[in-house]
């Protein structure tokens, strides 16, 4: 990663776990789950509330956790709000993909799929806090797929 990348990507993390945005619990939740990363204690709760088009109406969260993890259940609420049950599980998967290299996307490619989160894709590069990344995503699809109990990293 080059240090301009590696600086917006810094800065990025920072601002969304200092100001994260839509963090708070909705009133009744169509959706809701709770998340836990038992390996560094990283702990976040995702409710989802849809629209009478279907579409998340709003995508909130709750928890406490790493600046990663803050940001990446940030930037999630941001992007999966107005998306269809269809395209947010498309963008878990695509999320996933990004963060874990599982997918050999050209850099364009990703910041097409994924706009804002592909700022992501230098968590690679730390395996260990790829898992900080994506509990707030495991945790908004075990929400979409009403799942109940506890997800785990592990």
Known sequence: MDSDIRE???????DHHRHPRNFG??????????????????????ELKFDA???????AFTGQGCAICTASASLMTECLTGKTRAEGEAL??????????TRDAEPGDA???????????????FPVRVKCA???????HAALASESGRVSTE
């Not at 917006?8 to 920072?14: R, T």
């Open 134 to 140: 994506t509990l707030p995503w495991h945790t908004f």
């Open 8 to 14: 917006l990507y810094q800065q990025v993390i920072l």
């Open 25 to 46: 619990e909705l009133d009744s939740p169509d959706g809701r789950a709770e998340g836990f990363n038992p390996l560094c204690g990283d702990r976040v709760n995702v």
């Open 53 to 59: 088009e279907g579409r998340m109406e709003h995508v």
């Open 111 to 125: 910041e097409e799929r994924l706009g804002k989160l592909a700022i992501f894709a230098g968590v690679r590069e």
């Open 92 to 101: 878990v998967e695509d999320f996933r993909d990004l963060v874990t290299g």
